[in-house]
C-alpha cells in the first residue's frame, strides 16, 4: 500500500458525518438572507459566522463576474486550505502540490459554484479531500490493488472540532507573518527549511545561543496571540 | 537564567521533532514547554512564502487568461509554483543524461521518432556533442558523445505519448528493433510497446489507460532502472534526495516488480532486472532544493562522491555521485533567478 493512502487511512479518512457537522450548523446559520444583513452591518447581533458568510458571498460573486477578484478569496482561504492539506498528506511537495490543484480547480470551477449558503471554505475543503484521495490513487496507479483505494470520492462533512483545528493552524499560519522580522526569520529557517541552530546562526551572524533565545521568543510571542486572540 | 534554559528546552525538542519522521508527542513534564511544543508542531507545517506568493502569481495569471486557454495552462501554472526556486527552466527535477556515440545522430533519432526539440548544443574542440538538450514531451533529454572520464552509457526511458503506436513505428523506422508492439495487455494496464534503438538505449513508449493524470500533467519523460536487488534503491532515494516511493508492488518472492519513486515534480520507475531488460547503469540530472545536504546524504546513503559541490560556471550548484548499483547521479540546484 503506498505511503500517500496510508497517511490518508491513519488520518482516519476524510469522512466525517453527523447531525452535528459544521456544514449543517452553518447552513442553518446563513439561510435567512445574507445579502441585506451585510448591508446593515454586524452590529444587530448577526453571528459572526454568518457575518462571515455574506461578506463572503460578496466575494465569490464579485469573483464570478471577474476572475482577477478571485485574489481576495485565495487571500481569505490559502491558509485554511494549507492547515487541511498538510494535515492529511505525507510531505511539503504534495502539500503544496494538493493546494495548489485545490486552487486552480476552485478559479476553474466558479462559474459553476452556486451560493446555497455553505461557506465558501467548505466548497474549497471539499475539493481538497477529492484532490487528496485523487492524488493517493495517481500514487497507487500503478498495478493498483483494489482493496485500497477508495470506491469514490468521500464525502466531506467536517466536524466542528475538525473545523477549529484547522481554523487554529490557519490563524497560527497568518500570524507568522506578524512576527518582528528577524523572528520570523529564525521560524522560517528553523521549521520549513529544517535549517540547524549553527547554521541559522552563521546566516543571521548571531550566536546559537541568540538564535534559540529568536526561537523562543518567535514560539511565545505565537502562543500568547493565539491564547489571546481568542477566547 | 531560568528562560535561558527554557530556550535550551525547547530547542532540544524542535530539535527531535524535526528529526524524527513522525510528529513525536512529547511527554513533557514542563506545561509551559509542552504548550509551545504545541505551536512548535504546526509550524512544522507552515507553508513556504515562495509558494504562497508564487501560487497567487499563477492564479492571476490564469485568471487574467481568456477562457479558451484553459486546461493545459492549468497544468503549467500548476508546476510552476513549485518549480520557482531551485529547477533550471526547461528541466524537471529528474531528466536522463543519455551518453551515447554519435550523439549528433542520437539527436536526429530524438526529433524524428519522438517530435524532440533541439534547445542546444554545445559542441566541444572536436566537434562532437559535448552537452545538448532535448525536449520531449514536457520533458528533456540531455545527450553528450562522452569522453574518457564519462564513457557511453545507455540507458531505458518511458516516454507517455499521446499514440503510442505511431511513436513505435516512427522507432522502427529509425533503425530500433522491437520487443514488442504496444499492446494493451501490460500489466501497467496502460497500451505499452517496447524497443531498442541503434545507439542501446531501451524505449517504453505508452499511453494511460484507466487513469487520468493529475492537474501537474503527464510527465513524458520517466527514466526506468533495472537493478539487481531494487528494493535497495527506494530506502537510497529516499535518504538522498527526499524521494516518495509511490505505488510500490512486489511479486510473491519479494521483489521489486514495479515502482514508481517521485523527486520533487518527477518521477522514475525501477525494478528487478528480468529476460531482456538488464541492469544498465546510466546518468540521472537531478535537480534538488540544496545540493550539498543532498550529495551529503548520498554519501551517507553509500553512494561514492564522483564531484563534491561546485558552483558551475553554467549557473548551477552542482555535485556528483555514483550510486551503489552503478548510476551515477548529477546533483543540482540552480542558482539564477
Request: charged content about 25%.
Amino acid at each position: 500500500m503506498c505511503a500517500s493512502l496510508q497517511s490518508l487511512r491513519q488520518g482516519g479518512g476524510v469522512t466525517f458525518s453527523g447531525a452535528g457537522s459544521y456544514i449543517v450548523r452553518a447552513m442553518k446559520a446563513t439561510r435567512r438572507p445574507a445579502r441585506k444583513r451585510l448591508a446593515r452591518g454586524t452590529d444587530e447581533g448577526v453571528s459572526g459566522r454568518a457575518a462571515r458568510g455574506a461578506g463572503e458571498r460578496v466575494l465569490v460573486e464579485a469573483a464570478q463576474r471577474d476572475p482577477a477578484e478571485f485574489e481576495a478569496l485565495y487571500e481569505l482561504h490559502f491558509e485554511r486550505v494549507y492547515a487541511f492539506v498538510a494535515s492529511r498528506v505525507r510531505d511539503r511537495a504534495t502539500a503544496e502540490d494538493v493546494t495548489s490543484e485545490v486552487f486552480h480547480k476552485g478559479l476553474a470551477g466558479l462559474p459553476s459554484y452556486e451560493w446555497r449558503g455553505v461557506p465558501f471554505v467548505a466548497w474549497l475543503l471539499r475539493i481538497a479531500a477529492n484532490a487528496i484521495v485523487d492524488h493517493a490513487k495517481r500514487a497507487a496507479r500503478e498495478f493498483p490493488a483494489p482493496d485500497d483505494l477508495p470506491e469514490q470520492a468521500l464525502p466531506l462533512d467536517l466536524q466542528a472540532s475538525e473545523m477549529r483545528a484547522i481554523e487554529y493552524r490557519a490563524q497560527l499560519f497568518r500570524l507568522v507573518g506578524q512576527l518582528p522580522q528577524v523572528q520570523k526569520q529564525v521560524v522560517y529557517e528553523r521549521f520549513v527549511e529544517q535549517r540547524s541552530i549553527t547554521e541559522i546562526a552563521q546566516r543571521l551572524g548571531k550566536t546559537p545561543g541568540a538564535v534559540k533565545q529568536l526561537q523562543l521568543r518567535a514560539v511565545q510571542n505565537l502562543r500568547a496571540q493565539m491564547e489571546g486572540g481568542h477566547g | 537564567m531560568v528562560k535561558r534554559s527554557l530556550a535550551l528546552q525547547l530547542d532540544e525538542v524542535v530539535q527531535a521533532m524535526l528529526v524524527s519522521l513522525q510528529p513525536r508527542p512529547e511527554k513533557s513534564p514542563d506545561r509551559e514547554l509542552a504548550a509551545l511544543m504545541r505551536v512548535g508542531q504546526v509550524l512544522r507545517e507552515l507553508p513556504r512564502e515562495e509558494f504562497r506568493v508564487a501560487l497567487k502569481n499563477n492564479l492571476q495569471r490564469r485568471a487574467s487568461m481568456s477562457e479558451s486557454t484553459a486546461t493545459s495552462k492549468v497544468a503549467t501554472g500548476e508546476t510552476e509554483a513549485r518549480e520557482v526556486h531551485y529547477l533550471r527552466p526547461g528541466l524537471t527535477s529528474i531528466t536522463p543524461y543519455v551518453i551515447v556515440r554519435p550523439a549528433a545522430q542520437f539527436i536526429e533519432f530524438l526529433k524524428s521518432a519522438f517530435a524532440g526539440v533541439e534547445r542546444m548544443r554545445m559542441p566541444a574542440p572536436d566537434g562532437s556533442v559535448m552537452h545538448a538538450e532535448v525536449a520531449v514531451g514536457n520533458g528533456a533529454i540531455e545527450v553528450s558523445d562522452g569522453n574518457e572520464e564519462y564513457p557511453t552509457a545507455p540507458g531505458a526511458i518511458h516516454l507517455y505519448v499521446d499514440d503510442p503506436d505511431a511513436t513505435y513505428a516512427r522507432t522502427l523506422q529509425g533503425g530500433a528493433t522491437s520487443f514488442y508492439a504496444p499492446t494493451d495487455d501490460h500489466p501497467s494496464g496502460d497500451r505499452w510497446g517496447a524497443v531498442k534503438d541503434l545507439f542501446g538505449n531501451h524505449w517504453y513508449i505508452a499511453k494511460p489507460r484507466g487513469w487520468t493524470p493529475g492537474p501537474e500533467g503527464l510527465r513524458s519523460v520517466q527514466p526506468y532502472l533495472h537493478l539487481r536487488e531494487a528494493h535497495k534503491m527506494i530506502p537510497f532515494l529516499e535518504a538522498a534526495f527526499g524521494a516518495e516511493a509511490m505505488g510500490v508492488h512486489k511479486s510473491p518472492q519479494g521483489t521489486v516488480a514495479h515502482a514508481t519513486i517521485r523527486i520533487g515534480n518527477a518521477t522514475l520507475e525501477i525494478d528487478e532486472a528480468h529476460g531482456e531488460f538488464q541492469p544498465m547503469p546510466c546518468h540521472l540530472h537531478v535537480y534538488v532544493p540544496d545540493t550539498d545536504a543532498a550529495y551529503a546524504r548520498a554519501l551517507q546513503a553509500g553512494a561514492t562522491s564522483i564531484e563534491a559541490p561546485r558552483n558551475a560556471p553554467y549557473g548551477d550548484r552542482a555535485a556528483g555521485v555514483k550510486d551503489a548499483f552503478g548510476n551515477s547521479w548529477f546533483i543540482a540546484t540552480y542558482l539564477g533567478r
